[in-house]
C-alpha cells in the first residue's frame, strides 16, 4: 500500500498513513459490516465478499497475486498416509475440515460440501487438531511455516501435510471508505503504477519466493475448489491480473 500510494506523490511529505491494528479475524468482519467502518478507518484490506464490494468502495486488484486462494493442511503427523493417497476432492470431502467462525473460506467450504468443524481462531482448531477433533486445518501459504514455528513447540505431533496444495480464486482486495472516493482512485492508479514499474513482483518475490519453495508447491497435486460466491466483477477481474495461478511462476 505504501508504495502504491507513493508513487502517486511527488513528495513523501505530502501524505501520512496511519495503522490501526484489529486483533482478528472476527473484529474486521465485525467492523466492516458495521457504520463504525466510516467513522474511524479509510480503508482496510480482506479476502473479498459479495456485500463488501458492494458497500464499499472496492479496488479490484488482487494483492498477493491471487496467492491468499492457495491452501496447505496442518494435520497430525501420524495421518500423512492417508493424505498422501488423496487425488480428487470427493475424498477429502469425507473427513473433517477445520476453519474459523465467519471466516470467508467457511462459508465455501460448507457452500462446498466439506465436513466443516468450526473454532474460534487458530489457536482453538490447532488445539482441537491435536485432540483428535478435526482431520485437517487448511492455512494459507504464507503464514503456515511461520504458525507451525509459533506452535509446534504447544503441540509436537503438529505438521504440515506434503503432498496437496488446494487453490480457490478468493482475491484479497483494499475495501475503501465510501466518504473517500479520491483514495480510491489514488490506490488504484498507485497500484497500477507499480505493477507498470516491476516494483509489485520485485516485492512478491521478495516476500513469498522463499514459502513457496519450502513448500514444494509446484511438486503438490492441485485440487481447484470452485468459489461460486464471486461477483461478475470479480472474475472478470482476474483475468486481467496474472492469470489464477501464480505459483506457477518461477523463482
Do not use: C
Request: net charge positive; glycine share 4%.
Amino acid at each position: 500500500m505504501q508504495s502504491a500510494i507513493a508513487s502517486t506523490y511527488a513528495d513523501a511529505n505530502d501524505y501520512e498513513i496511519k495503522f490501526l491494528t484489529i486483533a482478528s479475524d472476527e473484529q474486521t468482519r465485525r467492523l466492516m459490516l458495521s457504520n463504525q467502518f466510516n467513522d474511524i478507518t479509510d480503508l482496510t484490506y480482506a479476502v473479498t465478499r459479495p456485500h463488501w464490494e458492494a458497500q464499499l468502495l472496492t479496488v479490484r486488484v488482487p494483492l498477493l497475486k491471487g496467492l491468499m486462494g492457495y491452501r496447505v493442511f496442518f494435520i497430525h503427523k501420524d495421518t500423512q498416509d492417508y493424505f498422501t493417497k488423496i487425488d480428487n476432492l470427493k475424498r477429502l470431502k469425507l473427513i473433517r475440515l477445520g476453519s474459523g467462525r465467519g471466516w470467508s473460506f467457511s462459508n465455501l467450504y460448507q457452500q462446498q460440501h466439506f465436513k466443516v468443524v468450526l473454532g474460534e481462531d487458530t489457536s482453538a482448531l490447532i488445539k482441537m487438531l491435536n485432540k483428535g477433533r478435526l482431520d485437517y486445518f487448511p492455512r494459507g501459504i504464507v503464514e503456515v511455516k511461520e504458525e507451525l514455528a509459533r506452535f509446534k513447540p504447544h503441540y509436537a505431533n503438529l505438521t504440515i501435510e506434503e503432498s496437496l496444495v488446494t487453490y480457490t480464486p478468493m482475491p484479497v482486495y483494499f475495501f475503501i471508505n465510501p466518504n473517500n472516493p479520491e483514495l480510491a482512485k489514488r490506490l488504484r492508479r498507485g497500484l497500477q503504477n507499480i505493477i507498470d514499474n516491476g516494483e509489485y513482483e520485485q516485492k512478491f518475490a521478495q516476500y513469498f519466493a522463499k514459502s513457496i519453495k519450502q513448500l514444494n508447491v509446484k511438486q503438490r497435486r492441485l485440487l481447484t475448489i470452485p468459489n461460486t460466491t464471486l461477483t461478475t466483477e470479480s472474475r472478470q477481474n482476474l483475468a486481467s491480473f496474472w492469470a489464477t495461478q501464480p505459483v506457477t511462476t518461477s523463482f
